[in-house]
């Protein structure tokens, strides 16, 4: 198969024609920003915790105040971290496309940062604060050591999908429907085995959508796929929005 710009011709023709274009991310993206891995992050003092002890519902009523020194200092190392050329590449193909739909296993508002907007947090955002009671957002408080809810006093908690926890069901409803709805999937730097985000790729080809992945190391499901790019999203994406300029 010929290539152009190291991207099949025939992924590149695709998304010329899509009408919508549905994107799934997951944490090697943000690891290409420096961000490190929910596990690659239990270093030093966290080293001694499980995650479930730092993760679940039941560790923050156990002990709310740990929970939050540990998730104010990963939200200390994603703040210090910037989109990479994967993420502007992203952010642009939003605006070369007719339609985009983003959905991001990632907590860390870095696509936001780079410009997508309308983006399907699948596992929640890490600089946003939820009621424990009634599970309302808002934004990130870290002037308390264990901030509550100014509506019912309630502690709040970190807003994010923990061990154990549903996929939001708005979250999961947007998802299905644009991969059951777009023309091309592509599945990038995620290792396609979280359910029910690893399904996504499954629904799209299902409804006849031409889906790729693109990651530095093929996955284990790389065949189900019609394409499978080992590289890494910074250098891929790039030559994609290149290609499709051209």
Same mark, same amino acid.
């Given at each position: 198969m010929t290539m152009n710009c190291d991207i099949p011709d025939a992924l590149t023709a695709a998304l010329r024609d899509a009408r919508h274009v549905c994107i799934l991310t997951g944490a090697g993206?943000? #690891?290409e920003s420096g961000v490190p891995t929910f596990r690659e992050a239990q270093d030093g003092l966290w080293a001694q915790y499980e995650p479930t002890q730092l993760a679940t519902p039941e560790a923050? =009523? #156990?002990d709310p105040a740990l929970i939050w020194r540990w998730y104010r200092? *990963? *939200?200390? =190392?994603? +703040?210090? +971290?910037? $989109?990479? $050329?994967?993420?502007? #590449?992203?952010?642009?193909?939003?605006?070369l496309v007719p339609r985009l739909t983003l959905v991001t296993q990632n907590v860390d508002n870095l696509h936001q940062r780079a410009g997508s907007s309308g983006v399907i947090e699948f596992h929640g955002n890490i600089f946003e604060d939820r009621c424990f009671a009634d599970g309302s957002l808002r #934004?990130?408080?870290d002037a308390e050591e264990v901030p509550v809810c100014s509506d019912c006093g309630s502690n709040l908690r970190p807003g994010v999908v923990w061990f154990g926890e549903s996929i939001p069901e708005h979250a999961l409803n947007e998802s299905c429907a644009a991969a059951s709805d777009c023309d091309l999937f592509l599945s990038i730097g995620t290792s396609s085995l979280v359910y029910p985000a690893a399904g996504l790729a499954d629904l799209a080809k299902q409804n006849g959508a031409m889906v790729a992945e693109i990651n530095p190391n093929p996955t284990v499901h790389a065949a189900s796929f019609d394409f499978s790019i080992a590289a890494n999203s910074g250098v891929a994406l790039p030559e994609l929005v290149n290609c499709l300029a051209v």
């Open positions: 993206v943000s #690891a923050f =009523l #156990a200092w *990963r *939200r200390e =190392l994603v +703040a210090e +971290a910037t $989109p990479n $050329p994967g993420h502007v #590449a992203i952010a642009q193909l939003g605006e #934004a990130g408080d």
